[in-house]
Nanobody, 116 residues
Framework: QVQLVESGGGLVQAGGSLRLSCAAS????????MNWYRQAPGKQREYVAG???????NYADSVKGRFTISRSPTKNTLYLQMNSLRPEDTAEYYC??????????WGKGTLVTVSS
């Protein structure tokens, strides 16, 4: 089992920055990839960014060049640095841990609101 707890969300003006954190505990050593997803009101959850156990990163086109995903050296904290925020980035942001075999773990989310 893996437990994930997000933090760092809040209200920010367009053009501003926020850094989200995800504290992971439990059997994190078997996690292949950790990801950030988001879900805006009335929309489906969408992929934002991911990082593999080897450190390879991947981003959705909508956030490329503005968001940076990283993890602590002990791999028990995942981060998402979000710069140049736009109103369309407003969403609940979720931390995800993916293990081989298709097992997914999710946090409860942290809300990011970007005002224009």
């Amino acid at each position: 089992q893996v437990q994930l707890v997000e933090s760092g969300g809040g209200l920010v003006q367009a053009g501003g920055s926020l850094r989200l954190s995800c504290a992971a505990s439990g059997n994190i050593f078997s996690v292949n990839t950790m990801n950030w997803y988001r879900q805006a009101p009335g929309k489906q959850r969408e992929y934002v960014a991911g990082i593999t156990s080897g450190g390879t990163t991947n981003y959705a086109d909508s956030v490329k060049g503005r968001f940076t995903i990283s993890r602590s050296p002990t791999k028990n904290t995942l981060y998402l640095q979000m710069n140049s925020l736009r109103p369309e980035d407003t969403a609940e942001y979720y931390c995800n841990a993916y293990k081989a075999g298709g097992v997914n773990y999710w946090g409860k989310g942290t809300l990011v609101t970007v005002s224009s």
